[in-house]
């Protein structure tokens, strides 16, 4: 699986968007680009996963740039229940997942 | 139902101890993970089953002993502990097949080894 880069923390206020980047310039063209939060002390969630199409579901929005080595995880109205640890992660899809997590983002929304 | 379980929620246990750790899930998955989780760490895998077999083992020790049962239940026999595996150990499930294969992880089992 490929290799990703993510800033070690970010601020947002709440209500505003939150935009959290991720590098993945090694990006094979059949790996996906995953995006898992984990709130502290709980497992890790699914929130968005796409290959070179942007993807929007009810929790978030993934913009993926056209070279595919970059994307960036919105989250249009940041509430305080957003802050934790986001995690980019970039594999093959199917099969089983063998989920590497990075280091990740911790986000943390402020009044 | 899109939960993974996992009991005990927390679980205190001396370095000659045998415990066991109990996660299910209900969605048809047949991929099943156990990770260890550190305080400030991310998660590290240590153990995939695919199809109720071991397909990766990610070097752990022996004291720690998966076992598969069926298609719905994961097992983690415990043995022998010491103190620095104390750590949250979290349970994922996914499905191998399709498009959404997106994994679905438990909220954890905290073990404090003394």
């Known amino acids: 699986d490929a290799k990703t880069t993510q800033p070690p923390s970010m601020d947002c206020a709440e209500g505003r968007a939150a935009n959290l980047p991720c590098n993945h310039s090694?990006?094979?063209?059949?790996?996906?680009v995953y995006w898992y939060r984990q709130i502290h002390s709980q497992g890790p969630q699914y929130i968005i996963h796409?290959?070179?199409n942007n993807e929007t579901n009810e929790m978030a929005s993934l913009i993926i740039t056209e070279d595919r080595k970059s994307s960036t995880l919105i989250l249009p109205h940041a509430t305080l229940r957003d802050t934790a640890v986001y995690y980019c992660?970039?594999?093959?899809?199917?099969?089983?997942?063998?989920?590497?997590f990075g280091t990740g983002t911790k986000l943390q929304v402020i009044p | 139902d899109t939960e993974v379980t996992q009991t005990p929620k927390h679980l205190v246990m001396g370095m000659t101890n045998k415990k066991s750790l109990k996660c299910e899930q209900h969605?048809?998955?047949?991929?099943m993970y156990w990770y260890k989780q550190k305080a400030k760490k991310p998660p590290e895998l240590m153990f995939v089953?695919?199809?109720?077999?071991?397909?990766i083992n990610e070097s752990v020790p022996s004291r720690f002993s998966p076992e598969c049962p069926n298609s719905s239940l994961l097992n983690l026999h415990l043995h022998a502990l010491q103190p620095e595996d104390s750590a949250l150990y979290l349970c994922?499930?996914?499905?191998?097949?399709?498009?959404?294969?997106?994994?679905?992880f438990g909220q954890g089992t905290r073990l404090t080894v003394v």
């Open positions: 796409g290959l070179k």
């Open positions: 994922a499930s996914s499905s191998r097949t399709g498009t959404n294969t997106e994994a679905f």
């Open positions: 992660i970039v594999r093959v899809l199917g099969g089983y997942q063998k989920v590497t």
């Open positions: 969605m048809g998955h047949r991929a």
């Open positions: 089953y695919s199809y109720e077999k071991l397909s």
């Open positions: 090694t990006i094979s063209g059949n790996e996906y």
